[in-house]
């Protein structure tokens, strides 16, 4: 019987997790299956597992209810490519070695736990995994396996998502349904709804993920915000696009990437209590309150470039409503 419940929750570190560059060399992720066979191995083996399979082992449809922790039947690797080893498709590769960091969303410093947990009650809209339970542990351990070598604090080429020049116009949902009917909507379908491996009730998830509708991420999910989608779309769709070659036009995957946003998902609520430092707040979070004068429609499509220039000046210039708490805080880098 495989051995999952291991104490190997992360040490704490003092460094800040740092995106990679908009170029990047190509890599390769250790690899997984040349572990042995011991506690070790079978945790990291198991950490995989959970990020290409989840729906089958902490999915809604699971047959016992206390292992249905993820809300939505999506596995991690819908965003994490290739169970998070692919570069600017959000891999997990250095991720271990960039924890605790301090988390703007949250306004403190965070453990990887508290960041998996993130996802698990936003990218998967449900509740949150215990942290000394197994599979908390073993998705712990598959990250630290996949940043072995890495120092903490190092930057690791091929972060996060590509860095996608902004628009100098609002993006586009009007334009961007054109082109998702003509580039998406083979694998996603139509109405968004994504394909099933199986049917509804098998815990098998989808071979192409929901983008939008009940089944999907929520509104509290990273995926939400415009600069972070417009990225991952540009680097890595249609499926088997590479950063290297986007199959996308830049404005295509703005304005594709701003239809999506605009669908009705799952709400999260207390969201306003997100970055409760506002001038730490992403220029695209579509959700208030923000620290300018800027309305919700172009916090959602852009244009950006305003809003980010407008944090750059004085506070009073900006029209914030900062408190004297931040006062010398410098607004995010986005």
Same mark, same amino acid.
């Given at each position: !019987?495989?051995?999952?419940?291991? $104490?190997?929750?992360?040490?704490?570190?003092?460094?800040?997790?740092?995106?990679?560059?908009?170029?990047?060399?190509?890599?390769?992720?250790?690899?997984?299956?040349? @572990?042995?066979?011991?506690?070790?191995?079978?945790?990291?083996?198991?950490?995989?597992? @959970?990020?290409?399979?989840?729906?089958?082992?902490?999915?809604?449809?699971?047959?016992?209810?206390?292992?249905?922790?993820? $809300?939505?039947?999506?596995?991690?690797?819908?965003?994490?490519?290739?169970?998070?080893?692919?570069?600017?498709?959000?891999?997990?590769?250095?991720?271990?070695?960039?924890?605790?960091?301090?988390?703007?969303?949250?306004?403190?410093?965070?453990?990887?736990? =508290?960041?998996?947990?993130?996802?698990?009650?936003?990218?998967?809209?449900?509740?949150?995994?215990?942290?000394?339970?197994?599979?908390? /542990?073993?998705?712990?351990?598959? !990250?630290?396996?996949?940043?072995?070598?890495?120092?903490?604090?190092?930057?690791?080429?091929?972060?996060?998502?590509?860095?996608?020049?902004?628009?100098?116009?609002?993006? =586009?949902?009007?334009?961007?349904?054109?082109?998702?009917? /003509?580039?998406?909507?083979?694998?996603?379908?139509?109405?968004?709804?994504?394909?099933?491996?199986?049917?509804?009730?098998?815990?098998? $998830?989808?071979?192409?993920?929901?983008?939008?509708?009940?089944?999907?991420?929520? =509104?509290?999910? $990273? !995926?939400?915000?415009?600069?972070?989608?417009?990225?991952?779309?540009?680097?890595?769709?249609?499926?088997?696009?590479?950063? /290297?070659?986007?199959?996308?036009?830049?404005?295509?995957?703005?304005?594709?990437?701003?239809?999506?946003?605009? +669908?009705?998902?799952?709400?999260?609520?207390?969201?306003?209590?997100?970055?409760?430092?506002?001038? +730490?707040?992403?220029?695209?979070?579509?959700?208030?309150?923000?620290?300018? +004068?800027?309305?919700?429609? +172009?916090?959602?499509?852009?244009?950006?470039?305003?809003?980010?220039?407008? @944090?750059?000046?004085?506070?009073?210039?900006?029209?914030?409503?900062?408190?004297?708490?931040?006062?010398?805080?410098?607004?995010?880098?986005?």
């Amino acid at each position: !019987m495989r051995k999952r419940h291991l $104490g190997i929750l992360p040490t704490l570190c003092v460094a800040l997790s740092l995106a990679g560059p908009a170029v990047a060399e190509p890599w390769s992720a250790p690899a997984v299956d040349g @572990l042995i066979d011991n506690a070790w191995g079978s945790a990291v083996r198991f950490g995989r597992d @959970l990020t290409v399979a989840t729906p089958s082992l902490i999915g809604p449809e699971v047959t016992d209810p206390a292992r249905r922790f993820a $809300g939505n039947s999506l596995s991690c690797q819908n965003c994490h490519l290739n169970a998070g080893t692919s570069q600017f498709a959000l891999p997990f590769v250095g991720v271990f070695a960039g924890f605790p960091q301090y988390r703007a969303r949250e306004g403190e410093v965070r453990t990887i736990a =508290d960041r998996i947990n993130g996802c698990m009650t936003r990218s998967m809209n449900g509740r949150e995994l215990p942290l000394d339970g197994a599979e908390m /542990q073993a998705i712990v351990a598959y !990250m630290k396996f996949l940043s072995t070598d890495i120092p903490v604090g190092a930057a690791t080429p091929g972060r996060g998502t590509v860095e996608v020049p902004l628009l100098d116009r609002a993006a =586009d949902p009007t334009r961007g349904a054109g082109i998702y009917a /003509q580039t998406c909507a083979a694998c996603h379908g139509a109405d968004g709804a994504g394909k099933r491996n199986g049917v509804a009730g098998d815990a098998r $998830g989808y071979a192409f993920p929901p983008l939008w509708g009940p089944d999907s991420f929520n =509104d509290g999910a $990273g !995926m939400v915000r415009l600069i972070t989608s417009v990225g991952f779309i540009r680097g890595n769709m249609p499926l088997g696009t590479t950063w /290297q070659k986007p199959a996308l036009t830049t404005e295509d995957a703005w304005d594709v990437a701003a239809f999506v946003e605009s +669908q009705p998902r799952p709400h999260m609520e207390g969201l306003e209590h997100d970055y409760p430092n506002r001038l +730490q707040k992403p220029v695209d979070a579509p959700f208030g309150p923000w620290p300018d +004068q800027f309305g919700q429609e +172009q916090h959602r499509f852009g244009p950006f470039a305003p809003i980010r220039d407008a @944090l750059r000046r004085p506070r009073t210039e900006a029209g914030g409503q900062a408190t004297a708490s931040t006062k010398s805080v410098e607004p995010a880098k986005q």
